[in-house]
């Protein structure tokens, strides 16, 4: 079965340092990878996607990505921190059972907290 | 921009009412999903729809059904609320063919008393 696991439940950074939140997966065949980030009472936002190519992938907001297909792993970083960036951050992996029809599997999200 | 609407941010509902949750998306896209969003539980999908009429369960359909009578648009029907249905409730969709990303609306929050 395939699914997406984010070991930490937070990560707390103080601003203008780099922060990773860490996500690992388990999938047959090749990954297509997502991070979203969701603001209190809102939406998912789309950050960035992993599909093929470059192992990293650049997003919004300063956010990248590494692919690392021997690790089973897909963390999210950036280089400096904002207060701003204190959000909620998921995790995703596209089903690729034959029915699913693009339905991503969550992780079940990283709650990260810059402090000044 | 790919804009998908939920009509309702809060509903407060009681035990028993039949609720409808609504979501219209404006960019032709094929599918869509209804997910429940709680606490350490992350998103749970309950169903999804790739065509007009048609519709698949999901990971926890038990207690809801969909209705999607046109393509833009795809409604959540609690046909009798209980207190667990507290939650959360985002609506996204995406084009067929996919390495796409899913496109979110804002989200339906949902209490019953």
């Known amino acids: 079965a395939q699914s997406v696991a984010q070991p930490e439940d937070q990560v707390n950074v103080a601003e203008g340092n780099p922060l990773t939140v860490k996500c690992t997966y388990s999938?047959?065949?090749?990954?297509?990878l997502f991070w979203y980030v969701q603001y209190p009472n809102r939406g998912l936002q789309f950050l960035l996607k992993?599909?093929?190519?470059?192992?990293l992938v650049k997003g919004s907001y300063g956010f990248e990505a590494e692919f690392n297909k021997s690790q089973t792993s897909f963390h999210l970083k950036k280089p400096s921190a904002l207060v701003s960036d204190s959000a909620l951050y998921f995790c995703a992996v596209r089903d690729m059972d034959g029915g699913s029809q693009g339905n991503l599997i969550f992780g079940k999200g990283t709650k990260l907290s810059v402090k000044p | 921009d790919v804009k998908v609407t939920q009509s309702s941010r809060y509903l407060v509902k009681r035990t028993g009412e039949k609720v409808f949750l609504e979501c219209v998306q404006d960019?032709?896209?094929?599918?869509m999903f209804w997910y429940r969003q709680d606490p350490g539980l992350g998103l749970r999908l309950i169903y999804f729809s790739y065509d007009v009429k048609m519709k698949e369960k999901g990971d926890i359909p038990e207690g809801y059904s969909v209705s999607r009578e046109k393509k833009e648009r795809f409604s959540l029907i609690l046909e009798s609320a209980s207190t667990n249905q507290t939650s959360m409730y985002l609506c996204?969709?995406?084009?067929?063919?996919?390495?796409?990303?899913?496109?979110f609306g804002e989200g339906s929050r949902l209490t019953v008393l």
């Open positions: 999938v047959s065949g090749n990954p297509y």
């Open positions: 992993y599909i093929t190519g470059d192992n």
């Open positions: 960019m032709d896209h094929e599918n």
């Open positions: 996204a969709s995406s084009l067929l063919a996919s390495t796409g990303e899913l496109f």
